[in-house]
Antibody
């Protein structure tokens, strides 16, 4: 069974940092691109960042570019999101997502989603 | 980047056909995916590459993409299909874009 388990969320003050982790199991991790997608409670979905199978390509939403960094460790079957200079508008449930394909490209589809980890940015 | 526009809500009677649209400039030039999200649950992929169904998704779900509009069609809609539905596309600037979501009500 494919599983994605996020961790690292919590309450953090504006301007501080947080690192999210995602532990993957049940599939060959380095055969797929991975993503982070967030959702504000009661609102819609917002893609945050994506990374290709070998970390050769990364992409970011304009709202987080320069503040967030996505990375992966294929030896540990893990995906990460380093979030710096956090703002109140970053408050959301953050999902770890498995892609259908190996690269970041037009055939992208968010095939499997984790349960999410909640990040709250507030003083 | 793309702006994907969905109607906020769609209503359908049980057994009828529900159609949810997603509009964007020259949308037919890119692949569109659709996701279903029920309250308190993570989204589920129901259509990818415009019209393909992942394993386990019922045949009543279908998709199309032409011109500036992609459409998710649910034939013979059931009460269990009541959920929020989101379209999504890959933008030329190498980013993923979601539509605002449509709440499907099965009356």
């Amino acid at each position: 069974e494919i599983q994605l388990v996020e961790s690292g969320g919590g309450l953090v003050q504006p301007g501080r940092s947080l690192r999210l982790s995602c532990a993957a199991s049940g599939f060959i991790f380095d055969d797929y691109a991975m993503h982070w997608v967030r959702q504000t409670p009661g609102k819609g979905l917002e893609w945050v960042s994506g990374i290709s199978w070998n970390s050769g390509t990364t992409a970011y939403a304009a709202s987080v570019r320069g503040r967030f960094t996505i990375s992966r460790d294929n030896a540990k079957n893990s995906l990460y999101l380093q979030m710096n200079s956090l703002r109140a508008e970053d408050t959301a449930l953050y999902y770890c997502v498995k892609d259908r394909v190996i690269e970041l490209d037009t055939k992208h589809a968010s095939e499997i989603w984790g349960q999410g980890t909640l990040v709250t940015v507030s003083s | 980047s793309y702006d994907l526009t969905q109607p906020p809500s769609v209503s359908v009677s049980p057994g009828q056909t529900a159609r949810i649209t997603c509009s964007g400039d020259n949308l037919e030039d890119v692949y569109v995916c659709w996701y279903q999200q029920k309250p308190g649950q993570s989204p589920i992929l129901v259509i990818y590459e415009d019209s393909k169904r992942p394993s386990g998704i019922p045949e009543r779900f279908s998709g199309s993409n032409s011109g500036n509009t992609a459409t998710l069609t649910i034939s013979g809609t059931q009460a269990v299909d009541e959920a929020d539905y989101y379209c999504q596309a890959w933008d030329a600037s190498a980013a993923v874009v979601f539509g605002g979501g449509t709440k499907l009500t099965v009356l």
